[in-house]
């Protein structure tokens, strides 16, 4: 009589791999969050590396540094409750949330287990489907949060982008706005369409589907946007189908160029409430959105270089 076999010779062999642990907590933290029903001075997106935990640390941080808690506090996870909300005296007045986008758990496993520990411990994460890890994805998160924080954030008087490697004097930013809301849309009975952040100004090539002729002033872009000057609104320069074996041409474009038109820099974006809805909720922008997320993994659309984080701060600012 034979004896059976040892156990262990039928027992299947996994590999302990610690992500599998972490997707669960990471999957409980995509889920949609909570409507936030009441009032607030901002909603800010701040479009987040995934990659970079220390750049959200610093930026809570110094939020905290600002005294932007309720006083006497010193629990360093205040300033992370959920709904996340920076308090004053007066109450909550802006909400901050961390965009992050979709990406491979399988080819990121310790970005996994990090982005559920930190899911874990605050609750301003906003996880999105945007492309992440890529030239597109600054771009995409920045429309999707716009669109959501609508959703979010239905009562709030601003919403507002800006990027993870940017700090800004939130005390003064308050004051600004607040200075803001009692000068021009409470006078307008809170239907003003207001836009505000660092201005710049560049010109566009609709048959190249190209921004041009950027400046930091009016002076220069409508310098810039002569059609026989020497910019590379006129010229073919530094755009990427000018360069023959490595040189940029310089020959005449002949082309039309639409502009000068302001946009606010992707370091602060800020909109009342009224123009973000009346902007993100109508058709064209619905539309613009589906079109370039469907298109994003071919270079045969037409608006594929836009839709890239080299053109970011014209194509979302404006």
Not at 278 to 298: C, G
């Amino acid at each position: 009589r034979e004896s059976a076999p040892h156990a262990q010779h039928n027992t299947p062999k996994f590999a302990y791999r610690p992500e599998m642990l972490c997707m669960g907590a990471l999957r409980t933290a995509q889920l949609p969050p909570a409507v936030h029903t009441g009032p607030i001075l901002l909603a800010l997106g701040v479009v987040a590396d995934p990659r970079l935990p220390e750049r959200r640390r610093w930026l809570r941080q110094r939020a905290r540094h600002a005294g932007l808690v309720p006083s006497g506090s010193n629990n360093a996870k205040t300033l992370e409750q959920s709904p996340h909300t920076v308090r004053n005296r007066q109450g909550s007045w802006l909400a901050m949330r961390f965009v992050i986008g979709d990406f491979d758990p399988r080819a990121n496993d310790r970005m996994v287990c990090s982005l559920a520990d930190e899911a874990s411990a605050y609750a301003d994460l906003l996880f999105t489907r945007a492309a992440e890890l890529n030239d597109r994805a600054c771009v995409e998160k920045s429309f999707l949060w716009y669109v959501r924080a609508l959703r979010l954030f239905p009562f709030a008087q601003f919403v507002g982008k800006t990027d993870d490697d940017s700090f800004h004097h939130l005390g003064n930013l308050r004051g600004a706005l607040q200075m803001m809301t009692a000068r021009v849309i409470n006078a307008a009975s809170g239907s003003t369409l207001l836009y505000a952040g660092w201005p710049q100004y560049s010109s566009y090539l609709p048959e190249f589907n190209r921004g041009c002729g950027w400046s930091t002033n009016t002076r220069g872009a409508l310098f810039s946007a002569r059609p026989n000057g020497t910019s590379n609104c006129a010229r073919c320069t530094n755009h990427p189908f000018c360069y023959v074996r490595g040189i940029s041409t310089e020959a005449p474009l002949n082309s039309p160029i639409v502009g000068p038109f302001p946009f606010a820099t992707g370091a602060l974006q800020l909109m009342s409430g009224p123009l973000a809805r009346r902007v993100f909720t109508s058709n064209w922008t619905v539309q613009y959105i589906q079109e370039q997320r469907r298109f994003r993994r071919t270079r045969q659309h037409k608006h594929y270089m836009q839709w890239t984080c080299a053109a970011e701060d014209g194509l979302i600012g404006c």
